[in-house]
């Protein structure tokens, strides 16, 4: 773990610490000396930094996207921080702990793993059970999913957040569904889990939480459904209509067409699943939105949902 | 309760029975002889009715929507069953059973509001608590509720109907709280009470289901803030910001500007009643959806939803 | 070849033919005889008929879905034509000629995919090459491919008509390549041979043309990526990229999200398919619509497009 | 009255005025010294000061929506003006003149609100000139009405913008009636008089125009019929339907759902007070809109409209 | 002026007056013998009629869009008058009183069109003045405008509907313009006059209104910029500003670019122009719907506003 | 042609251009003095200059929007190049050469020219091309035809625009008509050519591209309607219907309302002239956008499209 972060560094305060470079760019003074520009992240956010000497030499040793050590001190500049640099180096990947890079849930991902499987591993449908000891047995499949985001926005991509999200919903499934007759919870379950885990290829993060070339160009919906086919492909018998109304639970499941899903939901299960992803991203967006200004009752404004939102105080009392 | 119903008579069968007239027309044959042409309905369905003698005598005793006995005989017509009339005559209402002319709940009122009521009175806000007893002490609300439907489309005009669907929305509330931290679930469960209450006015259902003037000129939206309004005049001390998160509940609760929310879900409350109101009636609707033909796995069509949805035969195993 | 077709029986025209059964269903008369209403298609359109004699025994020889052999009269009945049939048995779908059934392209399907075979091997990527003999190679999609319609609706379901299209579609990307420079058009040429191959899959044919569950849940986008995978993996050393890339062309074709593409086109060759895809389909819509009555230069409205169109006679000359 | 306004401040003045404080940071310069950024405002908009001495202390004695008294000098900084601060004290609100920190309407409230009730009074329905006078005989509705601005928006927040709107409303409204037979100018007239009543508690209105919380949750077309009812109340015999029918025209009044009615406008008066209400903002709009540069037939753009207006400078003529 | 039309037919009467063909439709009967079956049309509505003898040799006669002298004999057939023909013999048109095929304004057409010059000649702009009294010596626009309909659809098409409306409009104009201060009024007369003045060539209305080919193609908008054009190059010195607005009035008159607008209104006297057309528009509409039932105080549906209207009964008092 | 463009100045380089000036501000130094600070532009982007000495003098010698020979010298001020100003005097616009200061097509407008009327003068219909000489032959729409560019957005705004792009749709048609029958060739090639000729009026383009009131008020589509109407009036016996077919591609060719096409397209060729013209439109755009960085395989962000490409490297193989 870092022993300082970005958002903490203060004026005149040394610093030595890991960094990502997230842009790189030359610039001459008006003297006509070579400086560099850079702009260093963490998981705390990110800092300006410049180097004022022996510019040429110190970039020539690093890029965009590398890990760097860097030691320099904190400076205010027209009211924001900025860290002047005397030393930046490249460092390897391997010497550096992702976490301080990305954020990550509050959860433990080993923990949410094996709670999502005691959830699933109490299925009566064999086939359904049968696949998902295909995935459990798929070591890289596991290790994405423990790592893997939820989303990328600035706002919420922290590492297991797919996770924390799949098993959240799954939960949720569990106590909606007592509410009624008729349901297929085991298909349900199963589109709990699998709605999302296409964004273990839709996205790259190992550093920063960016779209694949893959992800952009067909999507997780589409990448998904390729996945669990294959994996179907491997368990003996399993019914075609089964594997029909799974595959539609992942092409349904954003609800309409204008937001990705070239299907609309036409199962029942399909409309419930749909419902409470739905429902379950929007209550942690409200949850962890800042506020707008301290002790105000309203959040910052969300600009998704196009609103702020108003705090009921009493509803901690 | 009627011995026989509309959707029952057959070809030949001799008729004596209640039924609502919905429609009356006079008609003249070539042959100059006067005949009346009605719609009769129950809650089975309708049935075309024609007089072909003493048509004058009879239409003068009754009139577009009053009740009336009728004697006469089921007959084939170009394929579809006619009844031809003997005898009609104008019965008062109070000889009426309601049930007859509405459908109704498979569920029984009584037991319904007792459920509703024991879920509330475990609500440990006391002035929430208060308000819900002020509204259980409202005698012709009370008898209103058990009555109104929940809708007034063709397809799920059943008498108790706001009911049933108030209750299972609250019992749904009560488990998804136990997901997530921080919701106020008293004020949630008097959101799901309040929610369509001003139906009981925004309809008539006391022969068919139909919308008021003010229900049509204001909503119940609008109206059931003023009931509640009222009601909350009738309690000390009842808190102002309380009164606002819950006046906020009904007005934002159909989700949408387009759907005639004034204005939008802004608390986590509001979004959540928003999103299980919606989802507990597509439930409800889904489930109740006839065959697209007999045998079918796919429903009928379903015009607000612009689908058919297919029955997952599975999942009743 | 049958001798006479639905939409030519004449008044007292003696009728003995094969007709596809679209509708059965019994009836009584006011005397109490049972008889038959049923509803016989083929190409040329339908026509209702009644069994009045024999009705049981007659009916319980066939059902909806069948094919049958009819004998009986053509019979005007309040202006519009009936079958008053005196025999009608099942028979074999293998004494049936489909072609009588379905409507078909005005194009041998031989020639038709002989000619996109040869424009398809004047592909320079040997890879793409490789893929479309792959295709070419598998007897099963190829013969369904002669077959298949290009759409359900009412008005262009006819057989051969996916590969009408999809022909005409790459004879037309031929013609625009020229025109720029810089387009990849062996890529383009692939997806329009294989944009709208999942709907052999999509629909059935074999009597009419209807969805099957799988169209309806998944679509043919979804179905057709699958498929393309699958022959892809066939081929060694398939570049990744190369795959990523003419999967795109698949899953964007419709354009926009409300068309149920759940990715846009964002290759400039995605963008030239979808624009070409959309010009073709409509170019043939427009030149086979009915005049709005006869005489006209007006079109029928169509009902897809909100309007008529207008003929310009001159053109012709 | 102020000596001087924010917007008159020129490099080198010496400036001693009461402000608003809109904003207030501590901040520290590169030596370690402490100093002081605040926003000031007054009607005229506002000006950025700096404390660069004592500004612990200073800062200690106000915050932010304080009104303070500043002594300083005025600076030009990067082409924009600054005020360099000696002395900052908080000063009461009583000592304060409202109008100096909001812009207020050009015509003097008591001659509108006179020329209201003078129009009101004309009415020849008892029921609603009852109401009326029920309304003026509310000293603290009236007091508010005074006041009350328009809207919030940056561009028109001005006090009495509510009365000034309202009147020129009705006035409209007198003339557009002579125009059509069988319109019921007096319920007109009360919905332009009514319409935007609920404004005087959607918005604060003492320092700056914001929206109460009461204002965002349940906006003023809610809130202004809670009003009407109560008043309504306290009239003897006022007839039902006429009280639907203004509640009506209250709740439909920005026709149409997008706009937060929740309700369209379903009477020939709810049809014309939408209209009405909509052309007369939109003149005001349009002819206050400043030049997009000196000189210009083309007014800046107007962001809600979403274009700009070319100016008829033969009108004047 | 006809003495008997189709609405008043009654069963049995004998019938002798002159129709518009609207379809003519040959048919055999059972038996082999052909007859006719024609759709009558009169301002009053349309009547069905057959003609069972000498159908052959009457059929001859005549065609659709010909004026018909019929006689023959009222008949209820299935609840619906239908007409039992003897004789059918075209007519010339010149034999035929339009008035009776089309109704017509319940104002005269000589008096608007002198009350619409009167308030034109008020203006003071020369220009204006000249392109006016230019217009008004044109004999045959003159002619078209005392006679067109203001539109197509089946609930308005009405002779000098055209003339009435543009008159309203003038009215109503001149009555707005007295509560606001630098409006152009001159310049908004004009386009009042002259905004719809190209429907005398979108639609033909000798017989029934219909659209001409360039009305459907180009539309009254296009058109009437045309004219407008060509009118005031016969005036010597009108100033290209003034042209450039009143043009500007004419292709923005709609309102918004989904009613045809090719630009947005620019000028406050644009946006006028369109809320007040709009305005009057709704308000002859509203007023001129059919109850929904006798007695009620709703009205019937009305499509294009998507619902319907509540009367105001208070209103007439 | 300039020696030196405002993106090609460095720091500290002595600088003798002519530059456009786009902005002209006087500001005062703290101390007291006037200064100026001026937009230069030419076709390579801007650059900011700043004239320290002299600047009242200097200020009264020139205006915005006139063309400047300025001497002075680079100067990078805070990470941007400035131009501090020793002299700046008015130069007469005929002094200077157009190009420098519009970016202009790569093509040779007598080039692009010469090949579209060889292209036009093989058309068979002897009345279009009748109009294709007159066109040919009026000099001044044939020089603001070479000159004239295809849009104003700053990102495609170049000298020839106009021609490039309708050259390059008219050589699109002649490929595309090959592949369909009954196609009207010539008509459709009259529209390639007409279809955006308006925009030589809608534009100026003699120092910057710039709506003129016309093009704002009109537009080109009603500007070129009027254009082409006058043209045809000069030929005898040009057929009305095939000058309607013509002016509807014209307004139509947008090719949807919110586009600003009063009317749909309702020809087939209208419908093919849209297709082509927006597909021509965005492959150009797609091609010419800049990559999102050195080296990405991903354009910048495309606003008006909503979306990134991707650009596929392999084609150019």
């Not at 800092?47 to 110190?58: Q, S």
């Not at 639970?249 to 029942?268: I, N, R």
Request: glycine share 6%; proline share 3%.
């Amino acid at each position: 773990m870092k022993s300082l972060f970005a958002a903490d560094i203060r004026d005149n305060q040394l610093v030595d610490s890991m960094f990502l470079v997230a842009a790189k760019t030359h610039g001459v003074t008006k003297t006509g000396n070579s400086y560099l520009t850079i702009k260093l992240i963490d998981k705390s956010g990110e800092i300006e930094a410049r180097v004022w000497e022996r510019a040429d030499e110190l970039g020539r040793g690093f890029d965009k996207n590398d890990f760097v050590r860097v030691r320099g001190q904190g400076t205010l500049y027209q009211g924001k921080m900025q860290l002047r640099v005397q030393e930046v180096v490249r460092v390897d990947e391997t010497k550096v702990a992702a976490e301080d890079f990305l954020p990550k849930s509050v959860y433990d991902p080993e923990s949410m793993l094996e709670e999502l499987q005691s959830i699933l591993r109490t299925m009566k449908n064999p086939h359904l059970l049968a696949l998902a000891e295909a995935c459990f047995a798929d070591d890289e499949l596991m290790r994405l999913l423990r790592q893997a985001p939820g989303a990328k926005t600035i706002h919420h991509p922290y590492l297991s957040g797919l996770l924390e999200h799949s098993l959240s919903l799954m939960k949720l499934i569990v106590k909606v569904v007592e509410n009624y007759k008729g349901i297929d919870v085991d298909l349900l379950l199963m589109g709990g889990f699998l709605h999302d885990i296409g964004k273990v290829y839709e996205f790259t993060f190992d550093r920063a939480v960016d779209y694949t070339d893959a992800g952009q160009l067909l999507g997780h919906l589409v990448m998904e459904v390729e996945m669990v086919t294959r994996k179907i492909e491997t368990i003996p018998e399993f019914p075609a209509e089964l594997a029909l109304l799974l595959k539609h639970l992942l092409v349904s499941h954003h609800g309409a067409y204008e937001f990705g899903s070239p299907k609309l939901p036409q199962t029942v299960e399909a409309v419930i699943l749909h419902s409470l992803d739905d429902l379950d991203g929007k209550i942690q967006a409200i949850q962890n939105l800042p506020e707008k200004e301290p002790g105000s009752k309203w959040t910052a404004f969300h600009r998704a949902y196009g609103r702020s939102f108003y705090r009921n105080k009493m509803e901690a009392q």
